[in-house]
């Protein structure tokens, strides 16, 4: 069965540094999201992307953040200067192109911000 | 601001009990409400989903019911098995726009 996968699976950086979360959604998808979870926190929405542009983003997603389709296969999240605040795991999900159709997520990314 | 909110962080239920989830939310706007399980390390999955035309949706062991009324949805499982032992979040989306909003979810101990 197809699935959504990310990498890495843990990712640490050190506070101002860049990080790139990979993810390759699946292969007949045609809308990307990323979502974030704060330990002990809900899901929260970060960005939506469709057609190579953002269909949506949230306030979270601020100007350190940025999203690529860099080929046919992979879907980004860069974080230009990460804070301390941005440890959370990171989750790509995607879908397939009717609207109401379920998202499917990844696995995962584990960012830790020191 | 928080537009979708299940307010019961944790259950627990005997094995071959039933299971009731809770979830509310504010934004009138939404028409399309799901759930999705989570184990822990690993991303939610998809469990269920039910339209706004509808009332109830059922899938083997798991039913959504929506009360539109009062902005409130519930997910029953029956009969609880120990493997359904996850977090469940519930999420909501509108046909206007894309994004989905979460719950802060509700971590389901099934008893054996």
């Known amino acids: 069965e197809p699935e959504v996968t990310q990498t890495p699976s843990h990712q640490v950086t050190q506070m101002g540094q860049e990080v790139i979360l990979r993810c390759v959604p699946i292969?007949?998808?045609?809308?990307f999201y990323w979502y974030r979870q704060i330990l002990g926190q809900k899901v929260e929405f970060l960005v939506s992307?469709?057609?190579?542009?953002?269909?949506?983003k949230s306030e979270i997603f601020d100007d350190q953040f940025s999203v690529e389709r860099p080929d046919g296969s992979n879907f980004t999240l860069k974080i230009r200067s990460t804070k301390l605040e941005d440890s959370a795991m990171y989750f790509c999900?995607?879908?397939?192109?009717?609207?109401?159709?379920?998202?499917?997520f990844g696995p995962g990314t584990r960012l830790t911000v020191l | 601001d928080q537009q979708v909110k299940q307010n019961s962080p944790s259950l627990s239920v005997q094995e071959g009990r039933i299971s009731i989830l809770n979830c509310d939310y504010t934004n009138s706007m939404f028409d399309y409400f799901l759930w999705y399980k989570k184990y822990p390390a690993e991303g939610p999955t998809f469990l269920i989903s039910?339209?706004?035309?509808?009332d109830k949706n059922e899938d083997g062991r798991f039913t959504v019911f929506l009360n539109k009324s009062a902005k409130h949805l519930s997910l029953h499982i029956v009969p609880s098995q120990p493997g359904d032992s996850a977090v469940y979040f519930c999420a909501a989306t509108s046909y206007t726009g894309n994004q989905f909003y979460f719950g802060t979810g509700t971590s389901l101990t099934v008893i054996p």
């Open positions: 292969s007949n998808h045609l809308y």
């Open positions: 039910i339209s706004s035309i509808k």
């Open positions: 992307f469709y057609n190579n542009e953002i269909s949506e």
């Open positions: 999900a995607s879908n397939r192109p009717i609207h109401y159709n379920e998202q499917f």
